[in-house]
């Protein structure tokens, strides 16, 4: 990694959170009342940069929204955390939206995801903004948009030395050749399983997940194990480093972006592995206190108070 280079690169989408409480899901055809309703900015790529901006590094957030009503929260979200945008703005395609579901009494969560404009990120788009990749130290993507897309700006990085971050969600199918192009995939258990057709159940079931990825040509694996805390897996070591109790469990959508996020951030700081994957999981503990997905990201100040008491 240069010198020269900074920061945090983010290949990704951004959404419109509608996010609805209540007890239960309903059945089709079914309609019941909720106990609660938010609006707010969401998307697994904008959400990470938020939370990589807000640990204290400069974020390049590469995406595209619609000319719409939820495109200016989009800009005013970015604008706000002082997050370098690299984001086109189509005419015909919307801005993306999610569907939250939230168990209002264990904050577990079900999602659909519709990426509008983001969906439509090119080769071509990617390439135009290959500038941004290459000037920073750490580069980030996932699969709400399309996979060739993540796929050339995974290769940007790595013709330029930049450190990959390969966030597989949601688990679809994608190019093998994106594992020899990624320095950590950061699969939670059920994207882990999906993708290596093995059961994610346990710390031993995710080392050998762990492995397959190994095989496949990842530098390391790095998988989320929920209240656990992440596995730290490369062909030298295997650490479980645990998950950070920050709070009453009120959310936990969000919780995944905010270690990647973190972790992206503190590798770019320049913290070994080790520590940034500890760094990721504060992060990420002190996220599912607090409603929302990017205005649960806490800052760097909150992270690093959680990790010196514990």
């Given at each position: 990694m240069?010198?020269s280079?900074s920061?945090?690169?983010?290949?990704?989408?951004?959404?419109?959170?509608?996010?609805?409480?209540?007890?239960?899901?309903?059945?089709?055809?079914?309609?019941?009342?909720?106990?609660?309703?938010?609006?707010?900015?969401?998307?697994?790529?904008s959400?990470?940069?938020?939370?990589?901006?807000?640990?204290?590094?400069?974020v390049?957030?590469?995406?595209?929204?619609?000319?719409?009503?939820?495109?200016?929260?989009?800009?005013?979200?970015w604008?706000?955390?002082?997050?370098?945008?690299?984001?086109?703005?189509?005419?015909?395609?919307?801005?993306?939206a999610?569907?939250?579901?939230?168990?209002?009494?264990?904050?577990?969560?079900?999602?659909?995801?519709?990426?509008?404009?983001?969906?439509?990120?090119?080769?071509?788009?990617?390439?135009?903004?290959?500038?941004?990749?290459?000037?920073?130290?750490?580069f980030?993507?996932?699969?709400?948009?399309?996979?060739?897309?993540?796929?050339?700006g995974?290769?940007?990085a790595?013709?330029?030395?930049?450190?990959?971050?390969?966030?597989?969600?949601?688990?679809?199918?994608?190019?093998?050749?994106?594992?020899?192009?990624?320095?950590?995939?950061?699969?939670?258990?059920?994207?882990?399983?999906?993708l290596?057709?093995?059961?994610?159940?346990?710390?031993?079931?995710?080392?050998?997940?762990?492995?397959?990825?190994?095989?496949?040509?990842?530098?390391?694996a790095?998988?989320?194990?929920?209240?656990?805390?992440?596995l730290?897996?490369?062909?030298e070591?295997?650490?479980?480093?645990?998950?950070?109790?920050?709070?009453?469990?009120?959310?936990?959508?969000?919780?995944?972006?905010?270690?990647?996020?973190?972790?992206?951030?503190?590798?770019?700081?320049?913290?070994?592995?080790?520590?940034?994957t500890?760094f990721?999981?504060?992060?990420?503990?002190?996220?599912?206190?607090?409603?929302?997905?990017?205005?649960?990201?806490?800052?760097?100040?909150?992270?690093?108070?959680?990790?010196?008491?514990?």
């Amino acid at each position: 990694m240069s010198l020269s280079k900074s920061g945090v690169a983010i290949l990704g989408i951004f959404v419109a959170d509608l996010a609805f409480r209540s007890g239960r899901m309903p059945a089709v055809g079914e309609t019941i009342i909720g106990s609660g309703f938010a609006m707010g900015p969401g998307g697994k790529g904008s959400n990470q940069a938020v939370a990589a901006a807000r640990a204290g590094v400069h974020v390049r957030f590469i995406s595209k929204i619609g000319s719409d009503s939820f495109g200016d929260i989009a800009m005013a979200t970015w604008t706000h955390e002082g997050i370098e945008t690299h984001v086109g703005r189509s005419k015909d395609q919307p801005t993306g939206a999610a569907f939250i579901y939230v168990n209002d009494k264990n904050g577990e969560n079900a999602i659909i995801v519709v990426p509008g404009a983001a969906g439509t990120i090119s080769i071509a788009d990617v390439e135009a903004v290959g500038d941004a990749i290459r000037g920073s130290a750490v580069f980030v993507t996932q699969l709400e948009q399309p996979t060739a897309a993540a796929q050339r700006g995974l290769e940007i990085a790595r013709q330029a030395n930049v450190i990959t971050i390969f966030n597989p969600a949601p688990a679809e199918p994608f190019a093998d050749a994106i594992y020899s192009l990624t320095d950590f995939i950061t699969p939670n258990e059920s994207e882990a399983a999906a993708l290596t057709g093995l059961p994610v159940e346990s710390v031993d079931d995710a080392k050998r997940a762990g492995d397959a990825f190994l095989k496949k040509g990842v530098g390391t694996a790095l998988i989320t194990l929920g209240e656990k805390g992440a596995l730290l897996h490369t062909r030298e070591q295997s650490v479980l480093v645990p998950a950070f109790n920050a709070g009453n469990v009120v959310e936990t959508a969000g919780a995944g972006d905010a270690f990647n996020g973190g972790f992206a951030a503190a590798l770019a700081r320049g913290m070994d592995p080790l520590s940034a994957t500890r760094f990721g999981c504060a992060a990420a503990g002190i996220s599912v206190t607090r409603h929302g997905t990017a205005p649960a990201m806490p800052t760097l100040a909150e992270i690093d108070s959680l990790l010196a008491g514990s």
